[in-house]
């Protein structure tokens, strides 16, 4: 959805059986992590860099089109639940409320469930009544990976051509196929180890920075993250070495707190020694409990951007 809803907020492999595609098909790429593709219906295009400059993964697009020229697009984001949300049920759900925190005479329909190419059933919802002409109707499918729900959206400003629209939707669905370190004959190399000093996270990270900084814009996060500051300090305190000062540098840490104040899903970049022992100290560390609302589920995203000064 183009402005209603906000989501939380790769090797290349053969298209599937069922579906036509005229182009080879878009790698998603998160590095030594996962990667997926989708199939291209004929007639369409995609972009990485329209995607990026939107906060999305791909988008694609009648040929000749673009994110804001064409009537009909196809855009894919991720969904990155915190631990204590294990039910696809769940992620839903909190989509689908934070749309309508936005959009309260939003109208909600289940459609029957599409597949992948690698057999994985995707839920999907219609949504219509949008306050945004813009949206006359939208498409929703969910799609469930062990790393990550991938979120494929249809969106139209002319709902007249919606049958049409909603066959290329299933086409580029059928042509899913989400792959991990471990899966054979990867096109690019891929280890899950862990993150090194000097690494940085790729663009799922740049996701739940967003999503960080947007839930601490409002009255209630800022308060919240000037509660912080005692535990945060205490951590980096115990991480800044004594004698021989580190360089000075940001890092940014992403986390979700639950009603409790325990952390889960803790990540950093730049990795440095002074990061991930921060990152290891406040994953320690019992929060204030955090401002959560219906839409956000079982825990609060985070952002923290620290400064090391010498």
């Known amino acids: 959805m183009r402005s209603c809803l906000a989501a939380f907020l790769l090797l290349i492999a053969l298209p599937s059986c069922t579906a036509k595609v005229s182009k080879s098909p878009p ?7 996962y990667s997926y593709t989708f199939a291209v219906p004929p007639g369409w295009d995609f972009s990485f860099e329209q995607a990026h400059d939107h906060g999305l993964r791909l988008v694609l697009f009648p040929e000749g089109g673009g994110f804001h020229a064409s009537k009909t697009i196809i855009y894919v984001n991720e969904i990155h639940p915190p631990d204590c949300a294990i039910l696809l049920s769940e992620v839903i759900q909190g989509t689908i409320a934070r749309a309508r925190e936005r959009c309260p005479d939003l109208r909600v329909s289940v459609a029957p469930p599409l597949r992948s190419g ?15 002409p813009r949206q006359a109707r939208e498409a929703l499918a969910f799609i469930p990976h062990r790393q990550t729900v991938v979120l494929v959206v249809l969106t139209t400003t002319d709902p007249s051509s919606w049958d049409d629209d909603y066959r290329t939707f299933t086409e580029m669905l059928a042509g899913h196929r989400f792959f991990t370190c471990g899966s054979p004959g990867l096109a690019v190399p891929c280890s899950d180890e862990p993150l090194e000093a000097g690494q940085i996270i790729s663009d799922g990270f740049n996701l739940r920075v967003a999503a960080g900084r947007q839930a601490l814009s409002t009255a209630e996060g800022q308060a ?3 509660s912080l500051g005692p535990t945060v300090q205490d951590a980096m305190s115990n991480c800044l070495p004594p004698l021989a000062p580190p360089h000075p540098g940001n890092f940014v840490v992403v986390a979700y707190v639950s009603e409790s104040g325990q952390l889960s899903s803790v990540e950093v970049s730049p990795t440095t020694d002074v990061s991930l022992c921060f990152a290891q100290r406040i994953e320690r560390s019992i929060f204030p409990s955090p401002p959560l609302d ?16 010498p």
């Open 294 to 309: 219906e839409g956000q589920g079982c825990a609060f995203p985070i952002t923290l951007v620290m400064r090391v000064i």
């Open 118 to 132: 690698d057999s994985t059933e995707a839920d999907v919802r219609i949504l219509s009544g949008f306050s945004d």
């Open 27 to 33: 790698l998603v790429l998160e590095s030594n992590r």
């Open 224 to 226: 919240y993250e000037l």
